[in-house]
């Protein structure tokens, strides 16, 4: 049962390049969410999806492009990373939106030097 | 605004109890969530509450009260891997999950 998968699991890129990290859940869970996660803050959302097609924005959206063509992948997009983006990001998903209980993957390390 | 209201750090002795608290003011209330986080690693399931009252799922268990905007995390007979953080998140009338910074729970020897 590989659950939900991230990658890269830890990248390195310059500020103003573009990033997309990955995201492939096999439980064909409706809902997917990203969040980020930084030192002194709780998890911040940024967008979620609530099936194939369907996204919209979270708490901190700017700067963040997703897509969802598929059930099963949640891809999040830099479009010009910036320093501000460094943090760790968490793919998630749940069945519904209805107090089910989120499962999350392990994580993406992004630094932008 | 909504927030979500926990301590940022406490420390506690190997085989104790440990009490973490989680206040709350948000906009509606769909049930509050436990999350345990170890260093370096995706936060992981331990409690939903919905209803007021306690709930006891082995050597954890976590209280609401609706009234108050209060829920707490209860750890018995503490071990070392009981080291990590513990996440408190609210949902909201929109479904929203509303999370806390965090409770980093250092256990020691």
């Not at chain 1, 959302?45 to 919209?56: C, F, G, K, N, Q």
């Amino acid at each position: 049962d590989a659950g939900i998968t991230q990658s890269p699991r830890y990248k390195i890129t310059e500020t103003g390049r573009q990033v997309t990290l990955m995201c492939h859940q096999t439980w064909s869970h409706s809902y997917m969410f990203w969040y980020r996660q930084d030192l002194g803050h709780g998890l911040r959302l940024i967008y979620y999806s609530a099936a194939a097609d369907i996204t919209d924005k979270g708490e901190v959206p700017d700067g963040y492009v997703v897509s969802r063509s598929k059930t099963e992948n949640f891809p999040l997009t830099l479009e010009s990373a910036t320093r501000s983006q460094t943090s760790v990001y968490f793919c998630a998903s749940s069945v519904s939106d209805s107090g089910n209980t989120i499962y999350f993957g392990e994580g993406s390390w992004l630094t932008v030097v | 605004g909504q927030n979500i209201d926990q301590p940022t750090e406490m420390t506690a002795t190997e085989g104790a109890i440990v009490q973490i608290n989680c206040t709350y003011q948000t906009s509606g209330f769909n049930g509050l969530f436990w999350y345990q986080q170890h260093a370096g690693e995706a936060p992981t399931f331990l409690s939903y509450n919905v209803l007021d009252g306690l709930e006891e799922k082995g050597r954890f268990s976590s209280f609401l009260s609706r009234s108050k905007g209060y829920s707490y995390l209860l750890l018995k007979e503490l071990q070392m891997k009981d080291s990590a953080s513990y996440l408190c998140a609210v949902m909201d009338s929109n479904y929203q999950l509303i999370w806390g910074a965090g409770t980093k729970l250092i256990i020691k020897p």
